[in-house]
């Protein structure tokens, strides 16, 4: 069985307009066009932090589906649903690949690991819970309910790590995907000041692991681009405030009343 026939296996029995996007493919498909859209508005723009790829092709594909489902006369969730999900989750899966092969340029820089390991992780799990109560109180500040607070709550982390454990505590694994890019792309523009603003230019160690726990997966890309110093502390940031967030966060939300 050819992959092809096993994914249209997979689709529901749908008739109607519908039925043209009720496949696999659909959602594949969407993806990797508004990821190339971001990709080509990105290179033409030369850089410019708005149209960074991962953020461009989460506006764009969010446009497209509402304007899809408003054709069809559906609501956006439920296109979203029967049309985008089969798709999207294939796409998803290989998040968490992708997330491991961080483990390259650490394996390339483990002299530094190995070397100042102990400063590594005390600076990362300090860090961590430092980030996780800002989070909450900031919530709590703005008046966010349970859910939306519980979504913000493993932001820290990678999106692949904090999807699940977002609906783990009883939050919506969409607005944690949103917060994490969205925290992304800040820290991509405001990268190279924030590093300046922390006296952290002349230090390759601090600068990866800065970037690496404030900018997830996409703060790793750029602190790779610095160096391959800064790039193996950003990969070792990403996997250590991953299994912090993963330990620490539903504990956090059993006390603070969450679950």
Known sequence: MTIGTLLMATAPVVKGPLAYF???????????????????????????????PLFVGMVAGILALMALAKMLGMSTAAFYTQAYKPGGDIIFWFLNPATIAFAVPL???NDIVKKFWKEILLALVVGS?????????????IGLSKLGIASMLPQAATT?????????????PAVTAMACIVNAVIIY?????????????????GTGLGL???????????????????????????????I????????????????
Do not use: C
């Open 22 to 52: 009720v496949t696999p493919f659909f959602g594949i498909f969407l993806s990797i066009v508004v990821f190339l859209l971001g990709q080509w508005l990105f290179k033409i723009s030369h850089g410019f932090f708005l149209f960074q």
């Open 107 to 109: 394996y390339k820089r």
């Open 129 to 141: 819970f430092i980030s996780l109560t800002l989070i909450y109180l900031v919530a709590k500040a």
């Open 160 to 172: 692949a790590i904090a999807l699940p454990i977002s609906a783990a505590i009883g939050g919506s």
């Open 189 to 205: 523009a405001l990268g190279k000041w924030l590093v300046k603003v922390f006296r952290l230019d002349s230090d390759p160690i």
């Open 212 to 242: 690496g726990t404030s900018g997830h997966t996409i703060g790793s890309a750029f602190a790779l681009s610095l160096g391959s110093v800064e790039g193996s502390m950003g990969a070792i940031a990403v996997v250590i405030i991953g």
């Open 244 to 259: 912090v967030v993963n330990a620490v966060v539903p504990v956090f939300a059993s006390l603070v009343g969450l679950r």
